[in-house]
């Protein structure tokens, strides 16, 4: 890609800038137009956030959405990952595997959610299960599908050299797939976050993101249910931009040159 076709720094922070202000701006236009109980103004909610993010109970709730999420989302690429990868060398389970995940990617990941509190109970094992389950389908396919793409000449001179199939997995698919798994990764993130806080809403065991914003709409808390809105968007884009970002630009450092 030649890069008068590439947008990169300042100008991907002016994008991002533009966005922000074009949301808040749009936010602050409806709440002038409506009542402070149904559309609170951003000064206000601004305000709640601040004094929320200064209290111990709002670290504690943060602390515990970050820990599963960090424990469904690192489970959801390990295994995905790992799968995807085993696909390459077997193409038969690698069939076998995508036409599960076609099937069961189909059915919303907050739809698991009464069986696993079923079988597993009240807890937190259940919310990480559904954020695992939704991470998955991204991070495995997205391996899987690149696995596809390597060149076949690879794949034949490899084998003619003698490579067994976890040198093939190390030294020829893992390096091909790795773009399409960093994606893959940023995608999964995506689905793990919006599982996490659906479930967190639906099952409210204990503390957590979700727990909060649906606490606050029980109680008709507009101001409430706004500053938890506005803290899972900034809290999602950090680990987005920031965290994953970086890490794709250092995996892939070549293709920013």
């Known amino acids: 890609m030649s890069s008068s076709t590439r947008i990169t720094g300042m100008h991907k922070t002016a994008a991002m800038a533009l966005a922000i202000a074009a949301i808040l701006l749009f936010w602050q236009v409806c709440a002038f137009f409506?009542?402070?109980?149904?559309?609170?103004?951003?000064?206000?909610?601004?305000?709640?956030?601040?004094?929320?993010?200064?209290?111990?109970?709002?670290?504690?709730?943060?602390?515990?959405?970050?820990?599963?999420?960090?424990?469904?989302?690192?489970a959801a690429l390990v295994s995905g990952i790992g799968l995807g990868l085993l696909g390459g060398v077997?193409?038969?389970?690698?069939?076998?595997?995508?036409?599960?995940?076609?099937?069961?990617?189909?059915?919303?990941?907050?739809?698991?959610?009464?069986?696993?509190?079923?079988?597993?109970?009240?807890?937190?094992?259940?919310?990480?299960?559904?954020?695992?389950?939704?991470?998955?389908?991204?991070?495995?396919?997205?391996?899987?599908?690149?696995?596809?793409?390597?060149?076949?000449?690879?794949?034949?001179?490899?084998?003619?050299?003698?490579?067994?199939?976890?040198?093939?997995?190390?030294?020829?698919?893992?390096?091909?797939?790795?773009?399409?798994?960093?994606?893959?990764?940023?995608?999964?993130?995506g689905n793990a976050w919006r599982a996490l806080i659906s479930a967190e809403m639906l099952i409210g065991f204990g503390q957590g993101l979700g727990r909060s914003l649906a606490y606050a709409g029980e109680t008709a808390d507009m101001v409430g249910v706004m500053a938890n809105i506005l803290t899972i968007a900034i809290l999602a884009t950090l680990i987005d931009q920031v965290i994953l970002e970086n890490l794709k630009r250092r995996l892939l450092r070549y293709q920013y040159v």
């Open 90 to 189: 077997l193409y038969f389970f690698r069939e076998v595997l995508k036409s599960a995940i076609i099937i069961l990617q189909s059915i919303p990941s907050i739809a698991w959610v009464p069986l696993f509190l079923i079988l597993m109970g009240f807890g937190n094992l259940p919310i990480i299960v559904v954020i695992a389950l939704a991470a998955f389908f991204p991070a495995a396919l997205s391996v899987m599908n690149a696995t596809e793409s390597v060149l076949k000449v690879h794949v034949s001179a490899a084998r003619v050299m003698g490579a067994s199939r976890v040198e093939m997995l190390k030294r020829v698919y893992l390096p091909a797939v790795m773009p399409e798994l960093i994606t893959g990764a940023q995608l999964a993130f």
């Open 34 to 74: 409506l009542p402070d109980f149904l559309m609170p103004g951003v000064p206000t909610v601004l305000e709640r956030l601040w004094a929320d993010i200064q209290s111990g109970e709002f670290r504690e709730l943060l602390s515990s959405s970050l820990t599963r999420l960090g424990l469904g989302y690192g």
